[in-house]
């Protein structure tokens, strides 16, 4: 890991309904390209070209900025053998690091429960939105879920009875898909208490924010700024987790999917524009990802799902350029007509949890898997 005086962080932004890989990272001087996408394909002058062979999305400009300042590291052909093309289980299989059983215990909840075993602060781990995504969920660890900073912790003062058996039911309701009915009770018990004291400590936030950027108005703009907010209030958050959605493309991907690109794009560099500002983007590193990504050949209005994908690394301490190699796109090298992954996604998490984190990361990704040097 890269000496640095200060705690290394890590924001995880999660591209939920399987990011289109061939649409972001473009192979524009392959024919096959051409042909695999007469609907949803780009032309070749309006991609932001990266070397002679490869492009980034046109809607990926200031992605592409950073990728130029040598801070971005892009992962090829990420993902795990026999994918089963479904959102739910590839997702459980990203969040748990078990691709041959269903797994209960998020990798991010066990990096919070090795940096924190005591639990001695209670905003060590948070998700910026809705629910409680199962890469963090594990039983007594705490993590606070804030779907709007600005609003966060209002339920806290909820002192009629009904009204707080009706919040604490959707609570549960909420974290159930993540942790299982049988074992939300108790992991409310456990950490119910916790996330109340987070509320009260987290609100600070904004109070001690102060900053000249002016963020995008995208919904990812306004979690990453309020994950910039709570980085910079010092409160001991050293992972955070948000995404951005919808991702599946099936229909209407031409209108669809640059959008999400151009949010996305805007929002990390304004997050980054951000910490800068304040001198404080040295320990911080992004990590992109998606469950899967989409098949080669478009379906006449969008892609379906697929097989292999690609990730990203971004920040200061990050070793720029492209990690691994993009799969065949001959007919001949696919599988059900997708692109078939070359690189175990496990292996991106032991590079962000040994070479960043600075933690043993066997018992977090069950197993030793290629390490890619992308930390400097």
């Not at 392959?30 to 070397?51: H, Q, S």
């Not at 609100?203 to 990453?224: C, G, M, N």
């Amino acid at each position: 890991m890269t000496a640095t005086k200060k705690d290394p962080v890590i924001v995880v932004l999660q591209l939920t309904g399987g990011n289109d890989y061939y649409n972001t990272v473009i192979p524009y001087n392959d024919p096959l390209y051409i042909d695999n996408r007469p609907a949803v394909g780009y032309n070749l002058e309006d991609c932001l070209k990266i070397d002679d062979q490869m492009a980034f999305n046109p809607h990926m400009g200031p992605v592409k900025e950073l990728y130029d300042q040598g801070k971005v590291a892009v992962i090829h052909g990420i993902g795990y053998a026999n994918s089963p093309r479904s959102h739910f289980r590839s997702m459980d299989i990203w969040h748990t690091c078990e691709p041959d059983k269903v797994g209960t215990q998020g990798w991010a909840g066990l990096v919070t429960r090795e940096i924190d075993p005591k639990k001695e602060n209670v905003l060590t781990a948070i998700n910026f939105g809705h629910g409680l995504p199962r890469a963090l969920a594990l039983t007594g660890v705490p993590v606070a879920a804030i779907a709007d900073l600005s609003n966060y912790g209002v339920l806290t003062g909820i002192t009629d009875q009904s009204q707080r058996a009706k919040a604490l039911d959707l609570f549960s309701k909420m974290y159930a898909p993540a942790l299982g009915t049988g074992t939300v009770t108790d992991y409310l018990r456990s950490t119910g208490m916790e996330a109340m004291i987070g509320a009260d400590i987290v609100k600070v936030a904004p109070e001690r924010y102060s900053s000249t950027v002016e963020y995008p108005v995208s919904s990812i703009a306004s979690h990453l700024r309020d994950i910039a907010q709570v980085y910079l209030a010092d409160l001991g958050t050293r992972i955070f987790y948000t995404q951005h959605a919808s991702f599946d493309t099936h229909a209407g991907q031409a209108a669809g999917h640059p959008k999400l690109w151009k949010d996305v794009s805007e929002g990390i560099a304004a997050f980054f524009e951000d910490l800068h500002a304040h001198d404080r983007g040295d320990n911080v590193v992004m990590y992109l990802f998606s469950e899967f990504g989409r098949r080669v050949h478009d379906n006449g209005s969008g892609t379906d799902h697929g097989a292999a994908g690609v990730a990203m690394v971004i920040g200061d301490q990050v070793n720029g350029g492209m990690y691994g190699e993009y799969p065949s796109r001959n007919p001949e090298d696919l599988e059900q007509g997708d692109l078939v992954p070359n690189y175990d996604f496990r292996g991106a998490y032991t590079t962000l949890v040994e070479d960043w984190m600075g933690m043993d990361p066997k018992p977090i990704v069950n197993g030793n898997f290629e390490k890619f040097s992308f930390i400097k």
